[in-house]
C-alpha cells in the first residue's frame, strides 16, 4: 500500500524549497534541485568548488524519486523511512528550515480572516529486534482546539505562501504555543499506546535468548569484564525503544473552515 504521508513530505519538501517538482506518475516524481539543495543533498563539494574557482555556474542535479512499494524497480530513486536520501532530508529541515510561517494563498475582493493552525511533524524511530521509523504529522487550530493527524496530506493540495494575501488578516491565537505543544505531545503518546507491542515483545524474547547463550559460553571464562561487555551490548541493541522528535514545524494561517 502506497504511504500517502511519506509521499506529501517528499512533494511538500521539495515544492516548499523553490524546487521544480513533476509527478510523472503516482508516487514518481521528477524534481530538479536548486543549487542550495544540490549542496546540501549530493555531496558534491568538489564540483561545486571548481565551478565556483572557475567562475562558472554549476548547473543543479535532476532526480527521480519514487514513494510508491510496487514501483521501487523503475528507473529512480527509492525513498522510505531510514533511508539515507529521506534522513538527509530531515537532516536539512532540522538545521536549515525547522520552523517557518505560511499562509494560505487566496484571491479575493472581500475581507477574509485566517486562522492560525500549529503544524508539528514528528519522527518516530522503534529499535529493537528489528528497527523502522515512522512520520506523525499534526495539525491544531489554535482558535478553536480543532486537531487533525494527517495535516501534510491536507496542506499538500493547498496553495502555501510566506507573504499574506491581499483582503486577508489574521487572528491572534487563543490557545497558546506551549499550550498547543502540549496537546499535541499528548496526542503521539496515545497515538504509541494504541500501536501493537509485539515487536517489543519479539525483541525482549531475543535479548533473554541471546543473554542465555552468552552466560553459558562465558561460564567457565576468567574475564568477567569481556562478558559483561558482551551482555552490555547485546542489551543495548535489544532492549525495545521508542524515540521521537520534532523534525518540522510551522505557524500556517489558513481560512476558516477549511476541515469541516
Not at 503516482?26 to 544540490?38: I, K
Not at 572557475?54 to 548547473?59: A, F, N, V
Not at 485566517?114 to 529493537?128: A, D, E, R, S
Not at 507573504?163 to 489574521?170: A, D, L
Amino acid at each position: 500500500m502506497p504511504d500517502n504521508f511519506l509521499t506529501s513530505f517528499v512533494h511538500s519538501f521539495f515544492t516548499a524549497n523553490q524546487c521544480a517538482v513533476n509527478e510523472l506518475e503516482q508516487g514518481v516524481f521528477q524534481v530538479q534541485l536548486t543549487e542550495e539543495l544540490d549542496k546540501a543533498l549530493m555531496n558534491r563539494p568538489f564540483y561545486w568548488q571548481y565551478m565556483t574557482s572557475m567562475g562558472k555556474k554549476g548547473i543543479p542535479m535532476e532526480l527521480t524519486l519514487i514513494t510508491e512499494p510496487q514501483k521501487r524497480k523503475q528507473k529512480g530513486e527509492w525513498i522510505q523511512y531510514g533511508t539515507r536520501r529521506l534522513r538527509q532530508m530531515e537532516h536539512y529541515l532540522q538545521e536549515q528550515a525547522q520552523y517557518t510561517v505560511l499562509y494560505q494563498s487566496i484571491h479575493t475582493t472581500k475581507k477574509v480572516m485566517l486562522q492560525p493552525w500549529l503544524v508539528i511533524n514528528y519522527q518516530l524511530t522503534f529499535t529493537g529486534k528489528h528497527r523502522k521509523e515512522k512520520i506523525l504529522s499534526f495539525g491544531l487550530n489554535l482558535i478553536n482546539g480543532m486537531m487533525t493527524m494527517n495535516m501534510m496530506e491536507l496542506l499538500d493540495d493547498m496553495s502555501l505562501q510566506q507573504t499574506i494575501s491581499n483582503q486577508c488578516y489574521t487572528v491572534s491565537p487563543l490557545i497558546t504555543m506551549p499550550s498547543g505543544m502540549l496537546r499535541i505531545e499528548k496526542q503521539v503518546v496515545l497515538f504509541l499506546e494504541q500501536q501493537d507491542d509485539t515487536w517489543a515483545e519479539e525483541s525482549i524474547e531475543l535479548l533473554q535468548e541471546e543473554v542465555t547463550i552468552l552466560e553459558h559460553f562465558y561460564q567457565d571464562a576468567q574475564d568477567e569484564n569481556e562478558k559483561k561487555n558482551e551482555i552490555d551490548s547485546v542489551t543495548e541493541r535489544l532492549t525495545p525503544t521508542i524515540q521521537h522528535k520534532v523534525i518540522s514545524g510551522a505557524l500556517v494561517y489558513l481560512k476558516d473552515g477549511m476541515f469541516m
